[in-house]
């Protein structure tokens, strides 16, 4: 037995009790942090949006500046209440909330009630959201989820509250004027007849004005010039993946050429643009991996162009994506990068 000195003398005093530094700093992953905060993406996301939500606002007049407001609040508000209910700390100062009620509000019609575009931003929060954990957490987008519900809820309203006489000058033209004379139905219905030769009407005369005057669709549809510029604001602060909004909409372009719509009507109309620019590219319910980015957005694309042509719904973006949000999980599990310095079983043997 050695002697009660030796040991002594052996034995080591912690660095913290002697005043040095520790030489190991436990801690949880991850270890490496990058410097964007969720404020950040969340404010950079609603500056992309900004520019289409004050042109839609000024085309669709106060009704439409009122079904955005109460999106919002109706989000951003069941987002600090069910926090508090919840004992956890309340984090609309991220902007998460703001901005899901205000994607929210772009995707309805300017004329729809107020007090539904509330209850839809209730329910993109407590449905979409707060019912899975909070932010992070949620498989679906929740202001897709929030639209969904409003959807199958009100149909009526969802589908008459569209402008009947924008108000500005800009769709007021008489190229529009003379479009509307042809019927009062949205443009992608119109493009379904002529495919199915029940109408005839050149579709190309509603390219122009769904570039920069939109009258027939939702509040965030009122331009594809300035939608392409907010994606263009988030490509460049790389906070979307080029792949997502490429891949979908290159998708149903090609598809809906093969199956004889003008590709570039079915590119701009409805809520392609929109949904590939600012909805599949969530963080949270799009796949991780590059190309599981492609299957995804490759899904939404097929999977809009199949409820197009084949469903009684002249529009399917928003239901594509839901779907394929719910197959994000599977497509994470199968389309897994190799991990570093992982050797597959063809190059041991």
């Known amino acids: 037995m050695e002697p009660a000195e030796g040991r002594a003398r052996e034995k080591k005093v912690p660095r913290e009790v002697s005043g040095q530094a520790p030489l190991l700093h436990m801690g949880v992953s991850p270890h490496i942090r990058a410097?964007?905060?969720?404020?950040?993406?969340?404010?950079?996301?609603?500056?992309?949006?900004?520019?289409?939500?004050?042109?839609?606002v000024y085309i669709g007049g106060f009704k439409a500046f009122l079904v955005i407001a109460m999106s919002v609040i109706g989000a951003v508000a069941t987002e600090a209440i069910i926090q508090r209910i919840r004992h956890i700390p309340v984090t609309i100062s991220d902007l998460s909330a703001l901005l899901t009620g205000l994607l929210l509000g772009l995707t309805l019609p300017p004329r729809l009630p107020w007090w539904i575009a509330l209850m839809g931003g209730v329910a993109a929060i407590a449905l979409g959201k707060q019912v899975f954990g909070g932010l992070g957490h949620n498989i679906f987008n929740?202001?897709?989820?929030?639209?969904?519900v409003i959807f199958v809820s009100y149909p009526a309203y969802m589908t008459t509250s569209y402008l009947v006489r924008g108000q500005a000058f800009v769709v007021?033209?008489?190229?529009?004027?003379?479009?509307n004379s042809v019927t009062t139905a949205t443009p992608l219905f119109v493009a379904g007849q002529v495919r199915d030769?029940?109408?005839?009407?050149?579709?190309?005369?509603?390219?122009?004005?769904?570039?920069?005057?939109n009258p027939w669709g939702c509040i965030g549809e009122v331009s594809a010039?300035?939608?392409?510029?907010?994606?263009?604001?988030?490509l460049y602060q790389g906070l979307v993946d080029w792949r997502i909004p490429v891949c979908m909409a290159g998708t149903v372009v090609l598809l809906s050429w093969a199956l004889g719509m003008n590709p570039i009507l079915a590119a701009v109309s409805g809520g392609l643009l929109f949904g590939a620019c600012f909805m599949a590219t969530d963080y949270v319910t799009n796949p991780m991996t590059a190309w599981g980015k492609v299957v995804f957005s490759v899904g939404c694309g097929l999977v809009t162009v199949v409820l197009r042509f084949y469903s009684n719904l002249p529009e399917g973006v928003m239901f594509a994506i839901l779907l394929m949000n719910g197959f994000t999980p599977m497509i994470d599990r199968y389309m897994k990068p190799r991990p570093f310095g992982h050797k597959s079983v063809v190059s041991q043997a």
């Open 225 to 234: 010039i300035l939608i392409l510029l907010g994606l263009g604001i988030l």
């Open 35 to 56: 410097a964007d905060t969720t404020t950040r993406i969340m404010g950079w996301v609603i500056i992309a949006v900004l520019p289409l939500t004050v042109y839609g």
């Open 172 to 179: 007021n033209t008489p190229t529009i004027r003379a479009l």
């Open 142 to 148: 929740p202001a897709l989820v929030g639209r969904a």
């Open 197 to 213: 030769h029940q109408l005839a009407v050149n579709t190309a005369r509603y390219i122009g004005p769904y570039l920069w005057g």
